[in-house]
């Protein structure tokens, strides 16, 4: 999909109650592993796509718990993480908004010199 196109965002969405429990089974980290694949992939062809991360809970201490570690490593990587779609949806709309604004803003700066 990269290669192919420019997308303005990449919205990852993982189910921790589904991912966490099979990924203790067979012993790997595939959290980590999605979350590196997907900015691996970004970072490789696409400089200007955003990537935000919605992490989805059922409210179990040990998912709940999982996921504060995935938020804080997230974090470090400079990922914004967000808890719902929706979420993420605004913010990555009021990002596009101040985008376009700020070239409006560059292009009239420009043309005035």
Do not use: C, W
Request: overall charge negative.
């Amino acid at each position: 999909m990269l290669t192919e196109s420019e997308p303005d965002a990449i919205v990852m969405h993982l189910n921790l109650p589904a991912i966490v429990p099979f990924a203790n089974e067979i012993g790997v980290d595939l959290l980590d592993n999605l979350i590196r694949s997907a900015l691996d992939a970004v970072s490789a062809h696409r400089k200007n796509t955003h990537f935000v991360l919605v992490l989805r809970s059922n409210g179990h201490p040990d998912i709940d718990r999982r996921k504060l570690d995935e938020r804080q490593r997230a974090a470090d990587l400079g990922i914004p993480v967000f808890d719902e779609y929706t979420n993420a949806a605004r913010a990555l709309a009021a990002l596009g908004t101040y985008e376009a604004r700020r070239q409006l803003l560059d292009t009239g700066t420009a043309e005035q010199q």
